[in-house]
C-alpha cells in the first residue's frame, strides 16, 4: 500500500503515532525524509523474513507483520499498559466480582510505566526511538487496511473500541513492563493494599456514587509467577564433531498470550541478518537466535530484581521517615482510572498511592504492615529500565565473542535473563545479565547475619533491609565485571537454577545472594541437562546437530532409575502386597504391572508415563534416598531411591490419582496429554518439571496476561487430602498451557550457519491464517525440527508469499 491510500484511513482513528497527544515528544517523532519501505516474505509455516534499508524500516516491517499474525494480543497488551482496561471492558474479567481489570489498571498506574516511558523517550538513543516508531507505524498500517477492508481482525477482538492505533511510547512501555512483570504479579496486592490506615482505607473510591459489578474489596490477590522457565545448551568446540559450536534453545514460556514467541528473520543489507524468535511487541530485533557467526539464547535468570526496604517513620506522621536522622516526605498522589459500568456510563475511580525512595510502598497483612513504626517500600531495577531495545539490536550485530561481551559493558537490558552463547570458533559463554540491584556490603552482611532477614528471603526470593541508613540502599545494578559469568570451551548450560553449575567441571564462585542460591540441591531438570550435555552421545565422543535435537526431543528424565529401583523391588516380593490408607486396602500388582510396561520415556506411545509421572511428583528428593544431596557431586546426588513401604504407600495413592481422574493405569500418555487451540486437541509429548525432562510443559499458564487467557480446567484432587494435583491432571487429561515454545539446534558448519527450528504453537494466531495449526501439527505428529531458511537460496526455495509495505 502506498502513502496515498494509508492517509484517509488513518485519520478516521483520531490518534495515530504523528498525531497522539504526546505534544512533549512530537519533534523527536517526526520521521526523515526517508520513506518508510519493507519487503516481507514468508515462508513455510510463515516465518517472516523482513527486508528494508535502515532500522526503522525494519521495524515498520516487524510491527506490520506481527499485526498479520497477533493483531489482538497486541492490542490488549498495549490498552493494559496504558492502564485502560476497565474503562473499555468494565471492572470484571472472568465473573461478575472478581475485579481483574480494576485491578491490572491500577497496578499500571501505580507503577507508572507509560508515563515514564513517556518521558523517558526523548533522550533515548536514535535507535530505540527509531525501533519504537518504526514498530508503531507498522501496526498501524495494518489496523488501517482492516479498515479499509483489505485485511482481517481475530474474532476475538473484531469490531472493538479497544484496537486502536499505537504510539511508540506504547512500544517502549509494553516492552518495560515484560520486564518488571514478576515483581509486579508477585507483589500486585501489596501494591494496591499499601496504606497508612487499619481498615480499608486502601480500597479506591468513586467521584459520585457507582453501581459496580461488585465491591471493589473483592479485588483478589495475584499469583506469584513462578512458571517462568527454559533450558540451553552452547557446546563449544571441543564437545562438537566439527570443532564450531552448537546451541540448542529451548524456552519455556506460555502457550497463548502476551509472552508468546513469533519466528522472524531481521536483514538491514550490510547492517544486519539475523534470525530466531522474538516476544510479541518487540520491535526489529531478534531475542532469541544467530546470525552468521554466533548464536545464542536465555533463560531466566534465578535471580531477584527487587529489594523491599524497611522504612522508620516519623513518631509524629505516618506519611513521613526518617534517614540517617533526616526526615523525608513520603509522596502521595491520587490515581485515577475510568471505569465502565453495566449501565454503559464511565465512572472514574480514585486512590491514594504512595511512594519514596524511588519505590512503591508495599503492604502485606501481619507480616509487612504499615504500622506507627514501619512502613515498607518495594524498589525494582527493571521498572522504568528502557535499555532492551539498544541491548537486543546490540547483540543481533555481535559478530565476534568480543563484541558479544562487550554489549554486556554498554548496555544492562535484558532484565531477567541469563545468557548462553556459542559461536563459529568453537567458544561458549554463559553470563547471567538480569539486572539484580547492587547490595552494598553492609547490606549483604544484613541479609547473612539477620534471622528475620534471611526468613523473609526465603519466603518471597527478595530481600528486605532496613532503610533508615542510606548505607544500606543500592545505588545501581551489578556491573558487568561482577555478575557470574564463565567462558568454556567444552559447553556452558542453564535449566534454571543459579549460575552455579553453568559447567558442572567448573562450578562459578559464589556472588550476591541475589543472583540465586550456591551450593544447593538441584532441580531434577537441571541434572538431567547437565548428565546429558557432558556425555556426548556419538560414537566420536562428540555432538552433532543432530543428535542434540534428538536429545531436546527424545523426552526421556532423569527419574529413569527411580522407577528401575521400584520395579526391581515389584519383582522381588512388592507386587504382591496391598496398601493399606484410610482403612482401604490397595493392591501394588496393577501399578507394579503398569510401570514394567513404560518405556522410559513421555512420548505420546508411551504407556503408563502419566503413573510415574504422579507417582515420582510424590518422591522427595531431600528425604527419600539412600544417598543425599552432596555438593561435591551434585549432579548425581541425591540417588539410590529407599525402597519402604512410604514409598510404596507413594505408588499406591499415584494410582489411586489416576483412576480418580477416569484414566487406566495402562493408558499412554497421547491419550491424555494435549495441546488445544482453534477447536483442534492435538496429542502432546513432553515432560513435566518434576520428571526431570529437557522438553517441558505444564497445565498452568500464569504469564498469559491477556483478556483472552485461557482457564485452565481444575485438576481432580488427590484422594485421602483432597488438595488439586500439581500437576493439574483433570478428567480431560493433562491440559497442556505452558512450556517448549520455540525450539532451535543451530550449527556452524563448514559451508555456513545451519539452524532447525519449530515454534511448538505455530506462527499465527488468527484462526483463518494457514499457519495458525501447522508447526502444531507438525510436532504432534512428527516430533522434530525443521530447518530454517536463513540464506538467499533457502528462502527462495520455501518462500510463500512476497509483500512490499511502505509509507
Known amino acids: 500500500m502506498n502513502s496515498n491510500t494509508l492517509l484517509i484511513p488513518l485519520l478516521l482513528f483520531g490518534s495515530v503515532a504523528c498525531q497522539a497527544d504526546y505534544s512533549s515528544i512530537q519533534s523527536n517523532n517526526k520521521q526523515d525524509d526517508s520513506k518508510l519501505k519493507a519487503k516481507i516474505t514468508r515462508t513455510e509455516f510463515g516465518i517472516a523474513h523482513v527486508t528494508?534499508?535502515?532500522?526503522?524500516?525494519?521495524?515498520?516491517?516487524?510491527?506490520?507483520?506481527?499485526?498479520?499474525?497477533?493483531?489482538?494480543?497486541?492490542?490488549?497488551?498495549?490498552?493494559?499498559?496504558?492502564?485502560?482496561?476497565?474503562?473499555?471492558?468494565?471492572?470484571?474479567l472472568h465473573r461478575a466480582g472478581d475485579n481483574r481489570h480494576v485491578m491490572s489498571d491500577y497496578l499500571f498506574k501505580i507503577a507508572d510505566i507509560h508515563q515514564q516511558a513517556k518521558l523517558a523517550f526523548p533522550h533515548l538513543s536514535e535507535d530505540t526511538q527509531a525501533a519504537a516508531e518504526g514498530f508503531a507505524a507498522g501496526f498501524n498500517l495494518y489496523l488501517a487496511e482492516v479498515e479499509e477492508g483489505k485485511a482481517s481482525l481475530e474474532p476475538t477482538c473484531q469490531g472493538q473500541n479497544w484496537v486502536q492505533p499505537i504510539t511508540a511510547i506504547d512500544v517502549l512501555a509494553n516492552i518495560a513492563a515484560a520486564g518488571s512483570g514478576a515483581s509486579l504479579g508477585q507483589f500486585a496486592t501489596a501494591i494496591l493494599q499499601a496504606h497508612p490506615g487499619q481498615a480499608n482505607e486502601w480500597l479506591p473510591s468513586a467521584a459520585k456514587p457507582v453501581s459496580l459489578t461488585a465491591p471493589l474489596a473483592a479485588v483478589p490477590s495475584a499469583d506469584t509467577l513462578v512458571t517462568q522457565g527454559s533450558n540451553a545448551w552452547a557446546i563449544g568446540g571441543a564437545l562438537s564433531d566439527d570443532g564450531k559450536g552448537l546451541l540448542m534453545a529451548n524456552p519455556h514460556f506460555p502457550m497463548t498470550g502476551q509472552?508468546?514467541?513469533?519466528?522472524?528473520?531481521?536483514?538491514?543489507?550490510?547492517?544486519?541478518?539475523?534470525?530466531?524468535?522474538?516476544?510479541?511487541?518487540?520491535?526489529?530485533?531478534?531475542?532469541?537466535?544467530?546470525?552468521?557467526?554466533?548464536?545464542?539464547s536465555h533463560t531466566y535468570s534465578a535471580s531477584t530484581q527487587s529489594v523491599i526496604y524497611r522504612l522508620t517513620l516519623d513518631a509524629t506522621?505516618?506519611?513521613?521517615?526518617?534517614?540517617?536522622?533526616?526526615?523525608?516526605?513520603?509522596?502521595?498522589?491520587?490515581?485515577?482510572?475510568?471505569?465502565?459500568?453495566?449501565?454503559?456510563?464511565?465512572?472514574?475511580?480514585?486512590?491514594?498511592?504512595?511512594?519514596?525512595?524511588?519505590g512503591m510502598l508495599v503492604e502485606i497483612p501481619k507480616v509487612l504492615e504499615w504500622s506507627e513504626q514501619h512502613a515498607y517500600v518495594l524498589k525494582n531495577t527493571n521498572i522504568n529500565s528502557f535499555a532492551a531495545i539498544d541491548h537486543w539490536l546490540a547483540l543481533n550485530k555481535a559478530q565476534t565473542l568480543a563484541e558479544f561481551q562487550q554489549t554486556f559493558k554498554d548496555h544492562n537490558g535484558l532484565m531477567f535473563n541469563n545468557v548462553i552463547y556459542t559461536d563459529k570458533d568453537g567458544q561458549t559463554f554463559y553470563i547471567d545479565a538480569a539486572n539484580v540491584p547492587d547490595l552494598p556490603p553492609i547490606a549483604l552482611q544484613y541479609l547473612n547475619d539477620n534471622a528475620q532477614a534471611k526468613q523473609y528471603f526465603a519466603k518471597f526470593r527478595v530481600p528486605v533491609l532496613p532503610g533508615d541508613s542510606a548505607a544500606?540502599?543500592?545505588?545501581?545494578?551489578?556491573?558487568?565485571?561482577?555478575?557470574?559469568?564463565l567462558t568454556r570451551t567444552d559447553y556452558v548450560q542453564n535449566a534454571n537454577d543459579s549460575y552455579w553449575l553453568a559447567n558442572a567441571s567448573a562450578p562459578i564462585a559464589k556472588v550476591s545472594p541475589l543472583y540465586g542460591q550456591h551450593s544447593v540441591l538441584q532441580s531434577r531438570r537441571t541434572r538431567h541437562s547437565l548428565a546429558k550435555v557432558s556425555h556426548p552421545v556419538g560414537a566420536d565422543n562428540k555432538f552433532s546437530a543432530d543428535e542434540v535435537a534428538t536429545i531436546l526431543l527424545s523426552n526421556t528424565a532423569l527419574i529413569t532409575p527411580i522407577i528401575d529401583d521400584v520395579i526391581a523391588a515389584c519383582k522381588q516380593g512388592w507386587q504382591r502386597k496391598t496398601i493399606t490408607i484410610d482403612e482401604q486396602s490397595i493392591a501394588l500388582a496393577p501399578s507394579c504391572a503398569a510401570l514394567q510396561k513404560w518405556d522410559g520415556h513421555f512420548n505420546q506411545t508411551s504407556i503408563a508415563a502419566h503413573l510415574v509421572r504422579e507417582f515420582v511428583a510424590r518422591v522427595n528428593?531431600?528425604?527419600?534416598?539412600?544417598?543425599?544431596?552432596?555438593?561435591?557431586?551434585?549432579?548425581?546426588?541425591?540417588?539410590?531411591?529407599?525402597?519402604?513401604?512410604?514409598?510404596?504407600?507413594?505408588?499406591?495413592?499415584?494410582?489411586?490419582?489416576?483412576?480418580?481422574?477416569?484414566?487406566?493405569?495402562?493408558?499412554?500418555?497421547?491419550?491424555?496429554?494435549?495441546?488445544?487451540?482453534?477447536?483442534?486437541?492435538?496429542?502432546?509429548?513432553?515432560?513435566?518439571?518434576?520428571?526431570?525432562?529437557?522438553?517441558?510443559?505444564?497445565?498452568?499458564?500464569?504469564?498469559?496476561?491477556?483478556?483472552?487467557?485461557?482457564?485452565?480446567?481444575?485438576?481432580?484432587t488427590t484422594p485421602y487430602n483432597n488438595r488439586p494435583l500439581w500437576s493439574g491432571l483433570s478428567q480431560r487429561g493433562y491440559?497442556?498451557?505452558?512450556?517448549?515454545?520455540?525450539?532451535?539446534?543451530?550449527?556452524?558448519?563448514?559451508?555456513?550457519?545451519?539452524a532447525q527450528g519449530l515454534l511448538t504453537y505455530s506462527q499465527s494466531q488468527h484462526p483463518d491464517a494457514e499457519n495458525s495449526n501447522d508447526q502444531t501439527r507438525h510436532y504432534s505428529e512428527q516430533n522434530k525440527l525443521v530447518t530454517l531458511p536463513f540464506k538467499a537460496a533457502d528462502i527462495a526455495t520455501t518462500q510463500i508469499s512476497t509483500t512490499v509495505i511502505k509509507q
Open 52 to 92: 528494508a534499508h535502515d532500522l526503522r524500516s525494519l521495524a515498520f516491517g516487524s510491527g506490520y507483520a506481527q499485526a498479520q499474525d497477533h493483531a489482538c494480543v497486541l492490542a490488549d497488551s498495549y490498552l493494559r499498559v496504558r492502564g485502560e482496561r476497565a474503562k473499555y471492558l468494565g471492572a470484571d
Open 259 to 296: 509472552m508468546r514467541f513469533w519466528a522472524y528473520h531481521a536483514n538491514i543489507p550490510g547492517q544486519l541478518d539475523v534470525m530466531g524468535a522474538s516476544l510479541l511487541g518487540f520491535p526489529a530485533a531478534v531475542n532469541i537466535g544467530f546470525n552468521r557467526n554466533i548464536a545464542w
Open 317 to 358: 506522621d505516618p506519611l513521613k521517615y526518617v534517614v540517617d536522622g533526616e526526615t523525608k516526605q513520603i509522596a502521595v498522589k491520587d490515581v485515577s482510572i475510568e471505569v465502565l459500568s453495566d449501565s454503559g456510563e464511565i465512572y472514574r475511580l480514585h486512590k491514594p498511592v504512595y511512594k519514596a525512595e524511588g
Open 472 to 485: 544500606y540502599y543500592y545505588q545501581q545494578s551489578v556491573p558487568y565485571e561482577a555478575k557470574p559469568k
Open 621 to 716: 528428593d531431600r528425604e527419600d534416598f539412600e544417598v543425599s544431596f552432596d555438593a561435591r557431586d551434585p549432579v548425581n546426588t541425591p540417588r539410590n531411591i529407599r525402597i519402604d513401604e512410604a514409598l510404596f504407600k507413594e505408588l499406591a495413592i499415584a494410582g489411586e490419582i489416576i483412576r480418580h481422574a477416569g484414566f487406566t493405569l495402562e493408558a499412554s500418555l497421547g491419550e491424555l496429554q494435549f495441546f488445544e487451540q482453534h477447536g483442534q486437541r492435538f496429542a502432546w509429548q513432553g515432560n513435566m518439571n518434576v520428571e526431570g525432562g529437557l522438553n517441558v510443559f505444564a497445565t498452568q499458564n500464569r504469564l498469559d496476561q491477556t483478556i483472552f487467557a485461557p482457564v485452565a480446567t481444575p485438576s481432580v
Open 735 to 754: 491440559e497442556l498451557h505452558f512450556g517448549s515454545s520455540w525450539m532451535m539446534v543451530v550449527d556452524f558448519e563448514q559451508t555456513g550457519v545451519k
